[in-house]
């Protein structure tokens, strides 16, 4: 076994990694008993697109809000309407980076959970995938961003971390972003340093091309400037 199957058999038998501890348990299922109108005015609550059918703890499928716009009459029951939905969902001790890849798939903001009996037993909101992200890549911890640009023959993070380390600093988190059809990668990198000058002089000493850098203020104001480019974009 090598150390990539070490280090991902400790991630999968970590039990904070599985879909379980993500369930949000604020909004109900709906029955197939329940009105058109209670499913709009359910959506609007909690600010949803998709809800959820249950009947009897079996999972009957996610409704979407497109599928009742055309309806004539919103008081008619959900069982009337004859709707072919779409049923993704997740087993509770799936891992959470399979919750994340359904969501993308899907293209939902709400996931159910199933136990191994196959009943509902929660879901997972867009949200908690959202806040679990931001605590993986510690986005509330101080610190820099950079990203390095390498062949991914010569990746190894551990040489990486050398470098970081040999300046006193440490890795906080890191991503891997592959380029189409190319052999390069991009690779981001969280340090828990504001000032990481000789880091960057040490990545240079060693060849490795710096695409970019920014310390945590720098990186939030990027940001803000690239939004508030979009919005001027969308109202111009």
Do not use: C
Request: zero cysteines; proline letters at 4%.
């Amino acid at each position: 076994m090598n150390e990539f199957d070490s280090i991902t058999k400790v991630i999968f038998l970590d039990n904070s990694m599985i879909a379980e501890t993500l369930i949000s348990y604020e909004i109900p299922p709906l029955k197939p008993t329940d009105s058109g109108s209670k499913v709009l005015q359910w959506m609007e609550d909690f600010k949803v697109k998709d809800m959820p059918v249950v009947l009897s703890k079996k999972y009957i499928g996610l409704i979407e809000e497109s599928d009742l716009m055309d309806r004539n009459n919103l008081s008619d029951k959900l069982e009337s309407y004859n709707l072919n939905l779409k049923k993704p969902f997740v087993f509770k001790h799936q891992h959470i980076f399979d919750v994340i890849n359904l969501f993308v798939q899907h293209d939902v903001d709400v996931l159910p959970v199933l136990n191994e009996k196959e009943e509902f037993v929660g879901l997972i909101t867009s949200g908690k995938i959202l806040q679990f992200l931001a605590e993986m890549v510690s986005v509330s911890n101080p610190g820099s961003i950079l990203t390095l640009e390498l062949n991914m023959i010569d990746y190894s993070l551990a040489e990486i971390a050398r470098l970081v380390e040999a300046n006193d600093a440490k890795i906080l988190t890191s991503f891997i972003t592959s380029h189409p059809d190319s052999t390069k990668i991009e690779l981001t990198l969280k340090i828990n340093q504001t000032e990481i000058t000789r880091v960057l002089k040490t990545f240079e000493r060693f060849n490795y091309v710096v695409t970019a850098s920014y310390n945590e203020s720098e990186y939030h104001q990027d940001l803000k400037n690239r939004y508030d480019e979009f919005m001027r974009f969308l109202n111009p």
